[in-house]
């Protein structure tokens, strides 16, 4: 499915795992979209870092896999270390969604059985696209038969120099954040809310990319930034790339966003026109709640109870300048 509203946008949905793509910048998922339609559904069925899926029941990762609710612990698969991976081994990134096309837009529905992956309780999905002009809304509605973590998230790659550009490095970003999440060795938080003031995680004010992360020595981002609370939209990161004047800003009622500059990517994928897919040549900005959340009561709340609706937005708006 392909959505249209402006010239320049126009984003391509596919029901397995919901993928989101376009030529716009969302770079590495157009990988999978040359060729013959069998070609096609290999590239969106094969195994690949996430590009472009809605990512659940649980966005992110939870400590080894284990959480309660009410005095019950609950075991997850472990597939990323010793924890749990954006929903385990088959995530809502692996599973086909059944779709309603919309007059502006294309929503997907699916039920998440009771015990799928471990997590308890039949969830009623919901995902819905929308594009109005230069405006991509995603927005998100879950409800549940048993109290759950949820925590969902579009885990789309971009490169505002386009399909098949090396890096990053010329990207300036900013984000909408006083404090973020330090992580152990394996990726989950500490559990300090620590202040970004002085540190190289100090984006409120626009950074080139590659030169921050040679002055503060970092590898690469995967953090959570701690967003300010509420339930209303707003404006809580900006990406502009100066040689094309390409810009993307992201907004949300999450109160988390993982900055993800695709330090796993390896180049072993080959996408459209044989492009490969090093670290470091996309990034993502993943809206949801903070990790391991559900082990941590000073977090935000994990929890769906029976009889509430989850429901969260976001919207990525794109222009020239």
């Known amino acids: 499915m392909r959505l249209t509203s402006h010239p320049s946008i126009h984003p391509s949905i596919h029901p397995s795992g919901a993928f989101l793509a376009s030529k716009f910048g969302l770079l590495p998922i157009l990988s999978h979209m040359g060729g013959a339609i069998d070609e096609q559904k290999k590239g969106y069925t094969g195994k690949h870092p996430f590009f472009g899926t809605v990512v659940g029941r649980v966005a992110n990762r939870i400590a080894n896999g284990k959480f309660s609710v009410d005095g019950k612990e609950y075991q997850l698969f472990i597939n990323n270390g010793p924890n749990s991976l954006h929903g385990g081994a088959k ?47 995603i927005k998100y509605q879950a409800q549940t038969s048993k109290t759950t973590p949820i925590s969902l998230t ?6 505002l120099a386009g399909q098949g550009s090396r890096d990053i490095y010329d990207h300036q970003i900013s984000i909408e954040a006083d404090s973020y999440l330090p992580v152990d060795d394996t990726q989950i938080p500490t559990g300090e809310v620590a202040a970004v003031q002085g540190t190289g995680f100090d984006l409120r004010q626009p950074v080139e990319l590659g030169k921050h992360l040679q002055k ?7 953090h959570n930034f701690c967003l300010h609370q509420g339930q209303d939209r707003r404006l809580v990161a900006r990406v502009f790339h100066p040689p094309t004047g390409r810009t993307m800003e992201v907004h949300t009622t999450q109160p988390g966003i993982q900055f993800y500059t695709g330090n796993f990517l390896d180049g072993s994928l080959k996408g459209k026109g044989a492009a490969t897919y090093p670290k470091h040549s ?3 900005l993943e809206t949801q709640n903070w990790p391991d959340a559900v082990n941590k009561p000073h977090f935000p709340n994990a929890l769906l109870h029976p009889g509430e609706e989850y429901n969260h937005t976001t919207w990525l708006v794109f222009n020239t300048a």
């Open 216 to 222: 503060f020595h970092l590898d690469g981002f995967d």
């Open 154 to 159: 579009n885990h789309s790659y971009f490169n």
């Open 282 to 284: 996309a990034f993502c």
């Open 91 to 137: 995530g809502f990134d692996k599973v086909l969604w059944s779709a309603e096309v919309l007059p502006n837009g294309v929503r997907f529905f699916r039920l998440s059985p009771d015990g799928e992956e471990g997590y308890p309780g039949d969830l009623k999905v919901w995902v819905t696209y929308t594009l109005s002009g230069r405006e991509l809304a």
